[in-house]
């Protein structure tokens, strides 16, 4: 073999252990650099990758893995690949091979499952006069050539600072964090979408570093969850607040905005009352970031408000807005979303509850998605979607990865098992990897109805979820129970759309 031969062979060996996997998909995206292969995997691979001439060739070596499927569907237009062909090696590896039509420079390398995708390998093909980039070290270096929308989701207080206390010495810090990781996980769900927390924990976040932390992910939207509260245990309901550098849209909102300018809430914050929310409210709106997006605010709150009255009865039907002097400039839509009054009987009630909170969280994500899908920001991956006729099919299906159960997705996905099956016409249990799956819409935001059931002999719960068309993890939660075992004559709550 010539020197120049051996020059061209690159061998990579990337060792994640030797477990046999399966890959599920492979997927391809062009930038102006390079072109990328990704394979979608149900574990992490050990591969090798290298490249031949006469003719250009890139070669990759799965090892202990099966190919799901086939790939001579993929696009591979704009691409230097030609054709791609797979083989079983030594009966248990998978060879794919690449054929160009001219000589490129591979780079690979394995990301991580994450919230949003499974363990996948990054296969880059730089074109010959393109500057090789380094390999990226973050889930947030993989654009696949078309950004994810970006959510910043801030729960207020946190740490020394619980916020309100209500019912039951409920605290605003804790069940505002519990909404927002719904939220966060309902967000990462949806294709094209990506979620940011300014908070994970039980810890303080300063305002102005919250709306950094938007700014340095880039954010789209910026929401912070809050739970109001009042002297007056009478007061109920959600409000949606956006920020206005012209006037109040109401007596509350100007008296919250007095408040606000006439103290330097900016440098501050600790002289603030908790006993005082309204204070504590003004001090959030403050650093909301609002200048030149007030309108796109004004627009996303309208879509929140349509979906959260299907939950909670809202204190105010339009989108509240007060002036702030010493509001920072920024770019970022903002609102702040009060989640109900803490201090209230029934909305402490609800802020209390998994399910209330899990069916708040999915009106919240319905309103901001149903927003972006008709406006979606340019070179998104929504965008790539909507241009290219595919929006609606957007978060309709799920590929069945090794290890799932139909009830399984049923319940990550917040449907009935028996809606599951009659959208795909499934009459049994049984599902295959790799097929895909049409999701119908989620229980999540639907408004509920209470009924009871009374257990009869032979019923199971399963069934009971069934016949109900509910999941089976919705009639667990609003029951508090701790397994599926129940007894004749036991009364259940069922929440039916």
Not at 402 to 413: K, M, N, P, V, W
């Amino acid at each position: 073999m010539s020197l120049r031969s051996l020059s061209t062979l690159i061998l990579c060996l990337v060792c994640f252990g030797s477990h046999a996997a399966v890959v599920e998909d492979v997927r391809t995206y062009r930038s102006p650099e390079y072109t990328r292969l990704v394979f979608d995997l149900s574990s992490v691979i050990d591969h090798r990758i290298f490249t031949l001439e006469d003719p250009h060739r890139v070669v990759i070596d799965l090892v202990s893995s099966e190919l799901l499927g086939s790939l001579n569907d993929m696009d591979l237009d704009g691409t230097p690949i030609k054709q791609i062909r797979s083989a079983v090696r030594n009966d248990h590896d998978v060879r794919v091979v690449l054929d160009l039509d001219h000589r490129v420079q591979p780079r690979s390398f394995i990301l991580a499952r994450n919230e949003q995708y499974g363990d996948r390998l990054v296969v880059d093909l730089y074109d010959p006069d393109a500057p090789t980039a380094s390999i990226p070290l973050s889930v947030e270096a993989l654009d696949e050539s078309k950004r994810d929308i970006v959510v910043a989701i801030s729960a207020g207080h946190g740490g020394d600072d619980p916020g309100a206390i209500g019912v039951n010495r409920l605290q605003e810090k804790k069940v505002v964090l519990e909404i927002a990781r719904e939220v966060e996980a309902m967000i990462n769900s949806t294709p094209g979408f990506r979620a940011v927390m300014i908070r994970d924990g039980d810890y303080y976040v300063g305002l102005r570093q919250r709306v950094e932390i938007g700014h340095k992910n880039s954010a789209d939207l910026y929401i912070a969850i809050h739970a109001d509260a009042h002297t007056n245990d009478s007061a109920q309901g959600a409000t949606v607040y956006a920020l206005s550098q012209r006037g109040a849209t109401s007596e509350q909102a100007r008296v919250l905005a007095e408040k606000e300018n006439a103290s330097d809430l900016i440098g501050g914050v600790g002289s603030i009352s908790l006993n005082d929310k309204d204070e504590v409210l003004a001090s959030v709106l403050l650093d909301l970031s609002m200048t030149g997006s007030i309108a796109t605010s004004l627009e996303i709150g309208e879509q929140l408000i349509s979906r959260m009255d299907d939950v909670i009865r809202m204190r105010r039907v339009k989108v509240e807005q007060a002036a702030f002097v010493e509001l920072k400039s920024a770019d970022i839509p903002s609102l702040l979303i009060e989640s109900g009054y803490i201090t209230n009987k029934n909305d402490a009630k609800n802020l209390a509850s998994e399910v209330w909170r899990r069916r708040f969280a999915g009106a919240v994500v319905d309103g901001i998605t149903s927003w972006f899908y008709d406006r979606p920001p340019r070179g998104t991956w929504v965008s790539w979607q909507k241009e290219n006729g595919e929006l609606p099919n957007l978060a309709s299906t799920y590929t069945v990865k090794r290890g799932d159960t139909l009830s399984e997705i049923a319940d990550r996905h917040r449907v009935s098992l028996a809606d599951l099956k009659a959208a795909n016409g499934i009459s049994s249990n049984t599902i295959r990897v790799g097929q895909q799956l049409q999701i119908p819409g989620a229980a999540s935001t639907r408004a509920l109805v209470i009924r009871e059931h009374k257990i009869s002999r032979g019923e199971t719960l399963s069934g009971i979820a069934a016949n109900y068309s509910v999941p089976v993890s919705l009639i667990r939660e609003t029951n508090n129970l701790k397994s599926d075992n129940i007894r004749i004559g036991q009364i259940l709550k069922i929440p039916t759309s």
